[in-house]
């Protein structure tokens, strides 16, 4: 046994620093204070002997061995001199008393000898006994604490610079050489065997070398790889790993916390420049290896644990709070200004995300080994994290439960802007995103690792196109880097920016609903309690908003996601609109990446549809039109960020997709796509000092396209076979009402509507409805509910604010009061939802028959359009209309003058049909002689000019031709019941048999009726217009009877 140690028995010579094998096979070093060598008997007893081992070899050296003591003492900061001369010129430590003193003139010294002053150089405990210095240098001088250095490491640093120095200057390179050697051998000797040295902790050590520059030091990268390289050489590579952990994890555990209290202001930038001498060497792979596998948890873990690592930390660091939970640490200002923003902030948060990229870049070049296990941490990151897919629009998810399992706000948008920077190259000009692979998603779970496919669950995404049971998907034989990236972005896309987007319009609605109650607090009672506590809250959520709105609205990442997006939507139309034979040259390859761009127009119809679009994730589609609507909600300033080139890659992926259910079988994603499209319609800042303005509606080479398209998303939200809300129809629609009054103002789109009603008036009987016809049917059905429900409500509303202002209010109890004004609230807003809309659709329709006539006066519409007509204006401007008087009209968007007006013009867009003022006039439930002569009092009233004339010589016209009507009637009054429709009990003139009931109707009733329901109604049995069957028989006998009568009435009235 020899200090705690027990050797293998043997007899062998050992002195200062030999190193043994214990029974466990583990080396050591004997240290013993002596000059002599000992003798390490059987036993284990030591036996001290005479001979020094140095002595022979430094007999045996000769003076050209050895090494320039002027050198070593320059490099070292030890003489083995007992005392310095008037030529030194700085202290050094002298090692005569543990060495054999060397006060010779002779001016070398031995490698061996060397080597050994420095191992006892370097197990010293107290350097400063061992000083010498001139007594003109101060003990605080920087020279006295480098030849002092107690710190192994940092003393073999600074030994390492000093000899690289006196290298470059010198002509005796082999010296600096040997010493070099020297150094890297101890050094690594310092990472293999920390246990040797006592009371060094070399991971400190460390951590204050990395952190010592604010800028990378060539050097220093130079000695780390070294010793690398020499722990490599000396052990194996298991081991040679075991020892870099052991060594780096402390210090990147302490750069972690030091992270984990830092934010945008305070954080230290010698922290990335510590990371990169880990990341930037792809001879050592080791090192980064080291980083990834410190930075990654179990496979096991929450979404949340990703952001405690080391990697989450950075990606955390942002203008929003590092935790779900956490708090606000920027616009605490107590301003109540809701659009403020700091330019230092942005810039700050784009040099650190920057910063995180150029690591995370870097890393990933190391190796490829490297390179998957970064994909690999990505991936498993997004899946922990999926729960955040949902979170914003489940209001009933305790958020408590979602901030202890999923990462932050920060932490995600701070991954996926690095993710985008890493995307830099998919995007224009380089447009690397040609060679994404569209079937990359359908790839089982079972064969993702056969393929490389780091994804997890990918394959149960909902697609562009549904997959049927036991489908099996195109695949490709293999799926590169490129590919594997953009649908990773995508992903953590839609786990940030997205989610965050819905929050963020959650927290808009909020603050607008807490901005107007505090409003009216402070206008009534400004010194209260209650306006006080609604200060105080409106402070902090306004915090809040301004911190996430900055947050997501930084320049730099705004640019790179427009860019990002653009890719993909060319990217999804280069995929879309091959050919069959094009299609089956990728299948034969097994790749189906399309590789160039074709610029191929969008066609009038899909002749050929890629089977890989059943491969493609709705998520990545949705990704673009969410973040287009989005940025309808934030400063005009930032849609300038968008490329001409964006403009016309979104504009021809909306036109292509929107009106294509072919492409895209969801049409609540083909409706997001029209709202998308609003985006980018020209419009002005709030104080008009900003302006955006595009060609692409006059231009782009698929804008003819466009009206079809549009019209095709509005009928198909309402054709779904779903169970559609009525409010989140119109949420849909509204967009397009913008946009369709956009389209009104340029005559090449109001062509295509005319065209689209002309192509309707030819096709009436088609098994299909037309387009046009469908489209126009849906706007009246909607304007009737829409006016219904309002007018509903603010009946509703006027009598619950006669309550309020009678002695019954008094009367009630204090919760019957706050039930009424809640009651009163929400009908409000239902009443305000139901006016905006109403008055964009009755806008449309006075739109559209401004230039289409015909067929709005067709059989199967005019009757509907003249009842609808008349109804509204009969509660507007009737005797009825003082119901719907309600105080505060703006509140609810309530406008009678502006509809009646509106209203008005559709009647005289129409009035050149004689058909149409016959509709009017037979309009039993509003119509009535008296109804014109409301609507003059009321236009004289709001100052209607020319439109007060126009309306009396259209009450003329109807009342003549109804005066003519009811003459013809009476000869028909006694029409045979066979000959009455049985659904309108009128005349027929044009007499069908439905196939299915056998009953005979009028093709007029039937037509109107098919318009919004494909049945029999008779029967409900299914029924399209081409299946019904003239009844020529009978219409012939009608019109024999009719001409019998009119001939009877023409005797009677000659006689």
């Given at each position: 046994m020899f200090n705690g140690c027990r050797f293998r028995q043997t007899q062998q010579k050992i002195f200062f620093g030999t190193k043994l094998k214990t029974e466990g096979g583990n080396n050591v070093i004997i240290r013993i204070k002596t000059e002599n060598p000992i003798l390490l008997s059987n036993n284990g007893q030591i036996i001290m002997v005479d001979e020094n081992p140095f002595a022979a070899l430094i007999e045996a050296a000769s003076p050209a061995d050895g090494i320039k003591k002027t050198l070593t003492e320059e490099v070292f900061l030890f003489t083995l001199r007992r005392e310095l001369t008037a030529a030194d010129q700085r202290p050094l430590l002298s090692l005569a008393s543990i060495l054999t003193p060397d006060d010779?003139?002779?001016?070398?010294?031995?490698?061996?000898?060397?080597?050994?002053?420095?191992?006892?150089?370097?197990?010293?405990?107290?350097?400063?006994?061992?000083?010498?210095?001139?007594?003109?240098?101060?003990?605080?001088?920087?020279?006295?604490?480098e030849a002092t250095e107690s710190c192994c490491m940092k003393y073999l640093y600074r030994a390492y610079?000093?000899?690289?120095?006196?290298?470059?200057?010198?002509?005796?390179?082999?010296?600096?050489?040997?010493?070099?050697?020297?150094?890297?051998?101890?050094?690594?000797?310092?990472?293999?065997?920390?246990?040797?040295?006592?009371?060094?902790?070399?991971?400190?050590?460390?951590?204050?070398?990395?952190?010592?520059?604010?800028?990378?030091?060539?050097?220093?990268?130079?000695?780390?790889?070294?010793?690398?390289?020499?722990?490599?050489?000396?052990?194996?590579?298991?081991?040679?790993?075991?020892?870099?952990?052991?060594?780096?994890?402390?210090?990147?555990?302490?750069?972690?916390?030091?992270?984990?209290?830092?934010?945008?202001?305070?954080?230290?930038?010698?922290?990335?420049?510590?990371?990169?001498?880990?990341?930037?060497?792809?001879?050592?792979?080791?090192?980064?290896?080291?980083?990834?596998?410190?930075?990654?948890?179990?496979?096991?873990?929450?979404?949340?644990?990703?952001?405690?690592?080391?990697?989450?930390?950075?990606?955390?660091?942002?203008?929003?709070?590092?935790?779900?939970?956490?708090?606000?640490?920027?616009?605490?200002?107590?301003?109540?200004?809701?659009?403020?923003?700091?330019?230092?902030?942005?810039?700050?948060?784009?040099?650190?995300?920057?910063?995180?990229f150029v690591i995370l870049k870097q890393l990933i070049l190391v190796s490829p080994d490297i390179k998957k296990k970064v994909l690999v941490w990505f991936s498993n990151c997004l899946h922990a994290n999926a729960g955040r897919g949902h979170i914003w629009s489940n209001i009933n998810l305790n958020f408590d439960q979602f901030a202890q399992q999923n990462a932050s706000d920060s932490f995600m948008t701070g991954l996926t802007a690095v993710l985008l920077r890493l995307c830099l190259p998919l995007c224009p000009p380089t447009l690397k995103v040609l060679i994404v692979d569209p079937t990359y998603c359908a790839v089982a779970e079972k064969e993702l690792q056969n393929k490389n496919i780091n994804m997890l669950k990918m394959y149960d995404e909902t697609c562009l196109l549904p997959v049927e049971e036991n489908e099996q998907r195109v695949t490709a034989d293999k799926y590169n880097f490129v590919t594997e990236l953009f649908y990773i972005t995508h992903k953590a896309f839609e786990l940030s920016y997205r989610a965050c987007g819905e929050r963020f319009l959650r927290m808009t609605r909020e603050l607008h609903t807490l901005q107007t109650a505090f409003q009216d607090v402070i206008t009534t009672d400004p010194d209260s309690d209650m306006s006080r506590n609604l200060l105080r809250m409106l402070q902090d959520q306004l915090q809040q908003y301004r911190c996430m709105r900055n947050g997501l609205t930084e320049p730099e990442n705004e640019t790179l996601i427009l860019k990002f997006l653009e890719a993909t939507a060319i990217w999804f139309v280069e995929i879309s609109l091959i050919n069959k034979n094009e299609h089956e040259a990728l299948l034969a390859k097994k790749e189906f990446s399309p590789v160039n761009t074709k610029n191929r127009d969008v066609p009038t119809t899909i002749d050929f549809v890629p089977p890989y679009l059943k491969c493609i994730p709705e998520n990545v589609l949705d990704n673009i039109v969410s973040y287009l609507n989005f940025t309808r909600h934030l400063p005009i300033t930032c849609i300038f960020k968008m490329s001409v080139s964006g403009h016309y890659a979104f504009f021809k992926l909306i036109v292509l997709f929107m009106g294509n259910s072919e492409l895209v079988k969801n049409p609540h994603l083909r409706a997001k796509l029209a709202e998308g499209l609003e985006c980018l319609l020209p419009r002005k800042s709030t104080d008009n000092s900003d302006a955006f303005t595009t060609n692409i509606f006059d231009h782009h080479q698929d804008h003819l396209k466009l009206v079809r398209s549009l019209l095709n998303v509005f009928v198909s939200i309402e054709m779904t076979g779903q169970s559609v809300q009525f409010e989140q129809k119109f949420n849909y629609r509204r967009p397009m009402y913008a946009i369709m009054e956009f389209l009104w103002t340029k005559p090449d789109h109001v062509q295509c509507f005319k065209d689209l009603a002309t192509e309707a008036e030819e096709n009436m009987e088609n098994i299909e409805p037309p387009l046009f016809l469908r489209f126009i049917n849906l706007l009246i059905n909607d304007a009737i509910f829409l006016l219904d429900e309002s007018l509903s409500n603010l009946q509703q509303i006027r009598q619950l604010q006669e309550m309020q202002d009678s002695s019954e209010w008094n009367a009630l109890s204090q919760n019957d009061r706050q039930q009424h004004l809640s009651n009163m609230h929400?009908?409000?807003?239902?009443?305000?939802?139901?006016?905006?809309?109403?008055?964009?659709?009755?806008?449309?329709?006075?739109?559209?028959?401004?230039?289409?006539?015909?067929?709005?006066?067709?059989?199967?519409?005019?009757?509907?359009?003249?009842?609808?007509?008349?109804?509204?204006?009969?509660?507007?401007?009737?005797?009825?209309?003082?119901?719907?008087?309600?105080?505060?009209k703006k509140e609810f968007e309530f406008s009678p003058a502006e509809t009646v007006i509106e209203i008005c013009h559709i009647y005289i867009n129409l009035s050149e049909s004689d058909r149409f003022c016959l509709a009017i006039s037979q309009d039993g439930r509003s119509y009535s002689s008296q109804l014109f002569s409301y609507a003059e009092n009321i236009l004289i009233r709001i100052r209607g000019g020319l439109l007060i004339g126009e309306m009396g010589v259209f009450a003329d016209k109807v009342s003549k031709i109804e005066q003519q009507y009811k003459?013809?009637?009476?000869?028909?009054?006694?029409?045979?019941?066979?000959?009455?429709?049985?659904?309108?009990?009128?005349?027929?003139?044009?007499?069908?048999?439905?196939?299915?009931?056998?009953?005979?109707?009028?093709?007029?009733?039937?037509?109107?009726?098919?318009?919004?329901?494909?049945?029999?109604?008779?029967?409900?049995?299914p029924l399209t217009m081409d299946k019904v069957k003239s009844n020529t028989a009978l219409k012939e006998e009608i019109e024999k009877w009719m001409g019998a009568k009119r001939s009877q009435s023409t005797n009677n009235t000659n006689s």
């Open positions: 010779g003139t002779d001016g070398t010294i031995c490698e061996a000898i060397l080597s050994h002053a420095l191992f006892e150089r370097l197990m010293m405990q107290d350097t400063n006994e061992y000083l010498l210095h001139l007594p003109t240098i101060s003990s605080n001088n920087n020279q006295v604490k610079c000093a000899c690289k120095n006196a290298r470059e200057k010198s002509d005796n390179k082999a010296d600096c050489d040997k010493i070099t050697n020297l150094i890297l051998t101890n050094a690594s000797t310092c990472m293999r065997q920390p246990v040797l040295f006592a009371g060094q902790i070399f991971s400190t050590q460390w951590y204050d070398i990395l952190m010592s520059s604010d800028v990378l030091d060539e050097t220093l990268h130079e000695f780390l790889m070294k010793i690398v390289q020499r722990v490599l050489n000396d052990v194996d590579n298991l081991e040679a790993m075991g020892t870099f952990k052991a060594m780096f994890y402390p210090l990147l555990s302490e750069l972690q916390k030091k992270i984990a209290v830092s934010n945008l202001i305070t954080f230290d930038k010698n922290i990335f420049v510590a990371l990169q001498y880990f990341v930037r060497e792809k001879n050592a792979p080791h090192l980064a290896e080291t980083i990834l596998d410190f930075t990654t948890p179990n496979p096991n873990a929450k979404g949340i644990d990703y952001a405690d690592t080391l990697f989450g930390q950075l990606f955390s660091i942002s203008i929003m709070p590092k935790n779900s939970n956490g708090s606000y640490e920027f616009f605490g200002d107590n301003s109540l200004d809701a659009n403020t923003t700091d330019a230092s902030l942005w810039e700050l948060m784009c040099r650190h995300q920057n910063s995180v929400h009908l409000g807003m239902l009443a305000r939802f139901d006016n905006i809309l109403g008055r964009d659709t009755i806008n449309i329709l006075k739109l559209l028959t401004t230039e289409i006539k015909s067929i709005f006066c067709h059989n199967s519409l005019v009757d509907r359009i003249a009842s609808m007509l008349n109804y509204f204006l009969l509660n507007l401007v009737g005797p009825n209309k003082e119901k719907f008087k309600v105080k505060d003459q013809e009637q009476e000869f028909f009054a006694d029409a045979p019941d066979e000959y009455l429709d049985p659904i309108m009990s009128t005349l027929m003139t044009d007499p069908v048999t439905l196939p299915s009931s056998k009953v005979t109707v009028d093709r007029s009733t039937i037509a109107r009726h098919l318009l919004s329901d494909q049945t029999d109604p008779f029967n409900r049995a």
